[in-house]
């Protein structure tokens, strides 16, 4: 056996493989000789099959089998062996010999064409400056989140007079030609929401009081089928005309109401006795948002830092050779066209691939196990509440309810990217200058969700 290693460029290069027949034939040989034990052939005892007849049915096959598994172990050793840092796979040259007897091989030669990873420096310094964009969580925004809270603790309080934003309920009946009633029609008890009406007029019934009675236009007012069916209690399938009319009724209005700023409120947004004063109140809603908001910002700092790297690494591809092993790996999926159109974006994600395990590899970041199984119990704990102080059962039965969800692939290859793309942002943080700006909340988050440039 001979193998040789040919340059074909910076980023290209051919490996040439020779196998003599004593390479392979014991190989067949002993192949054959497991098969003659196990094939039957009427008029012949299990076992008993002569080994000529044996060769005649199976030999071909067993020695495309057996070629197949050495070239392909022979190919990875000897990439394994010259530490040769490959991008995609080995593809076959034009120079193999495609007319191969079968009845007598002899010697083989085959080639296989490969791409080279490229060496290039990552220019992760100071010398490079990101920007870090966090919510302005000032005085206005943490009012601004306890009036939220307020008003989504408050109770409704039954009022005279309608306005937006208050909770109806009422009678609807359906009316003839004439504005009356019509007899058999639908009649419906419902509640009417300030959401239903954000299709239609959401000021329709504003000023109306207690038994005062409006004709509907139910398609104007509501606009959407869905939420007049789901008024009027109208299955699927029941007779339904859009173009009716209908008379509401309003017999109770209830308006919201913002709750007290005292201790049954603290204790109803955090637990009981957790929070006394407002000044603690707005301390934790300050502490919080920051705590809440930076997994966002850390995102858009991460995506920014990674589309720097991706158009900064002065580094080239071989890039006809991985054109053809992606359309050797699409095969019947995608056609050379397609590539050809969208190698931008195959490039690019290969690109921050090489990037991605340099950064790994050069600063030594490692995700075990171990923190793999803490973090799925800690968006568990977080899920459920948190865990009681002590309750060494709960948390035992959280880290198997870990250990079983790692188990899946896909689950498994969603924790590990985020860790460490989460250890990568923290790298990043550190390694490059950051300069942090603070934008009001409104325009941070047109920020973190905008497209990067």
Known sequence: MQI???????????????????????????????YSKKVQ?????????PSGMVRK???KSVLVDELNKLTSDTLMEYIREQQLDILGNPLPHIDNDNSLNLDNPGTIRLAFEIGMAPS??????????????????????????IENYRERIGDYEEVEEA?????????????????????????????????????????????????????????????????????LGISD?????????????????????????NQEFFDKLFGKDVIFSEDELKAR???????????????????????????????ELPDAFLKRWLAQRNEGNVNVEDIENNYTDYARGIRWQLIEN????????????????????????????????????????????????????????????RLYNEAMSRLFLDQFDVLKVELSFDDWVKKVTEPLN
């Open 4 to 34: 040789t290693k040919e340059h074909q460029g910076a980023l290209n290069a051919l490996i040439r493989i020779e196998f003599a027949p004593e390479d392979y034939q014991h190989k067949v040989d002993a192949q054959l000789k497991e």
């Open 120 to 145: 290039f420096d990552l220019g992760i310094n100071r010398s490079v400056s990101l920007t870090y964009y966090a919510p302005l969580v000032d005085d206005a925004f943490v009012q601004k989140e």
């Open 163 to 231: 306005a937006t934003g208050d909770l109806l309920h009422g009678s609807f009946v359906e009316l003839n030609d004439q504005g009356e009633v019509l007899e058999g029609g639908i009649s419906k008890h419902a509640d009417v929401h300030d959401a239903d009406l954000k299709e239609g007029d959401a000021t329709f019934f504003d000023g109306m009081k207690k038994g005062e009675s409006r004709n509907v236009d139910m398609k104007a007012v509501f606009g959407n089928d869905t939420v007049i069916k789901a008024i």
């Open 358 to 417: 340099k950064i790994i590899k050069d600063f030594n970041i490692n995700v075990t196990h171990e923190q793999a199984i803490a973090s799925v119990s800690a968006e568990f704990m977080a899920y459920m509440g948190g865990l009681q102080a002590g309750d060494e059962e709960q948390l035992g039965r959280i880290q198997s309810i870990a250990e079983n969800m790692l188990r899946n692939e896909k689950e498994a290859k969603r924790v590990y990217d």
């Open 285 to 315: 809603i300050a502490t919080d948002a920051v705590q809440r908001f930076a997994k966002d910002s850390e995102a858009r700092f991460f995506n920014e830092a990674v589309e720097h790297l991706v158009k900064n690494a002065n580094f």
């Open 57 to 59: 049915m199976y030999g």
């Open 41 to 49: 052939m009427p008029g012949f005892r299990p076992g008993k099959v």
């Open 237 to 261: 399938g029941a007779a339904y005309h859009p173009e009716s009319k209908f008379r509401f009724t309003l017999e109770t209005v209830k308006r919201k109401q913002k709750a007290d700023i």
